[in-house]
């Protein structure tokens, strides 16, 4: 610990020195790296730090609110939050292709950020949460290609369209090295070992065309599902864990009734890199309990399914 505590003084030291004077705009997801990034720039330049949060309504349960209070409340940072969720959800309207989800949603995002950036003044460099495996793919030739199949959107160009000088203080970090960092700064652990969330959201956690009523059931079944794992001590263990709403109904019985609703899968891995994985192998009474409690707090649905995929070939998102 020691270690990283003169790690992250150093880096502290050489942001002040680098950025005397300067403005910085920092995109705040929610997500480990952005944290990180946005905690140690508020120690080196304070109230010079400017971040901004895009609701693109396609968060989990509490997402953004974790954040506000985390940022405004804990730490006091400037924190914009552009609320774009109308405008990704009506660009969404009707689509099913992943990969089109993902170019409207990048899109939208780089309009929203970009709407909110504009009002910052004085501002000429954008802090991103790069980490030092980002460095190495991207600098190989043909890139990492299996993280390549599924367009990354992560504001991929915006720094250059928006004229914008980049600060990557986690450039030489791996994971490991910013979570340590991300404690030695005081983030809450919640955030510190936050299961990794893509930039997508919920949008690519429905399959098919995506309306607020499934929505609501996707992200009602993530809650659940997370308070189970977490209370099953298993957050840490499993590498990511998520519920997808399937495209299918099926049926059911309520009582004398005939049911016709919806499938959650559930989908658990466990990996080092995330370029593989195998499902996690979490014990029948805990996925017992996920199940009943998704049938039953959830409004249309009737039968959860465990995905015990391995990727390759399956990925870990199911779009
Ligand atoms: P796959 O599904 O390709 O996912 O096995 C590997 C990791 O990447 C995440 N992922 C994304 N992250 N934008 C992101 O920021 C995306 O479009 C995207 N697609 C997948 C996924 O959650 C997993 O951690």
């Keep these: 610990d020691w270690l990283i505590g003169d790690i992250a003084e150093e880096m502290i030291a050489q942001l002040k020195d680098e950025l005397?004077?300067?403005?910085?705009?920092?995109?705040?997801?929610?997500?480990?790296?952005?944290?990180?990034?946005?905690?140690?720039?508020?120690?080196?330049?304070?109230?010079?730090?400017h971040c901004i949060f895009v609701d693109n309504g396609l968060l989990r349960e509490n997402e953004r609110e974790g954040v506000e209070k985390t940022f405004c409340g804990h730490f006091s940072v400037n924190l914009r939050v552009v609320d774009w969720s109308e405008q990704f959800l009506s660009g969404l309207e009707g689509v099913t292709d992943p990969q089109k989800k993902r170019k409207i949603i990048g899109a939208e995002f780089i309009e929203a950020f970009k709407s909110e950036a504009e009002k910052i003044e004085n501002a000429k460099f954008l802090a991103q949460g790069t980490l030092y495996p980002d460095v190495i793919e991207s600098g190989s030739k043909d890139g990492n290609l299996a993280a390549n199949i599924k367009l990354h959107h992560n504001v991929g160009g915006l720094p250059e369209e928006l004229g914008f000088g980049l600060v990557e203080p986690l450039r030489d970090l791996f994971k490991d090295e910013v979570r340590l960092l991300g404690e030695y700064l005081g983030l809450p652990e919640d955030m510190v070992w936050r299961h990794p969330f893509p930039g997508p959201g919920?949008?690519?956690?429905?399959?098919?065309?995506?309306?607020k009523e499934k929505l609501r059931i996707v992200?009602?079944?993530?809650?659940?599902?997370?308070?189970?794992?977490k209370a099953a001590g298993l957050y840490r263990k499993c590498s990511q864990t998520l519920a997808?709403?399937?495209?299918?109904?099926?049926?059911?019985?309520?009582?004398?009734d005939r049911s016709y609703e919806s499938v959650i899968a559930i989908r658990s891995v466990d990996t080092s890199d995330f370029?593989?994985?195998?499902f996690s192998r979490?014990?029948?009474?805990?996925?017992?309990?996920?199940?009943?409690?998704?049938?039953?707090?959830v409004r249309g649905v009737n039968r959860v399914v465990y995905d015990i995929s391995s990727k390759p070939?399956?990925?870990i998102e199911w779009e």
């Design 20 to 49: 005397k004077g300067e403005n910085v705009i920092c995109g705040l997801s929610g997500g480990v790296d952005s944290s990180v990034v946005a905690a140690i720039l508020h120690k080196a330049i304070g109230e010079r730090l």
């Design 313 to 315: 070939p399956a990925t």
């Design 282 to 297: 979490i014990p029948y009474d805990t996925l017992g309990i996920i199940s009943n409690r998704i049938i039953n707090e």
């Design 219 to 229: 992200r009602q079944a993530d809650e659940i599902l997370i308070d189970e794992i």
């Design 244 to 256: 997808v709403l399937l495209p299918v109904k099926n049926v059911g019985v309520m009582g004398d």
């Design 275 to 278: 370029m593989t994985a195998d």
């Design 202 to 211: 919920l949008a690519v956690r429905i399959i098919g065309d995506i309306t």
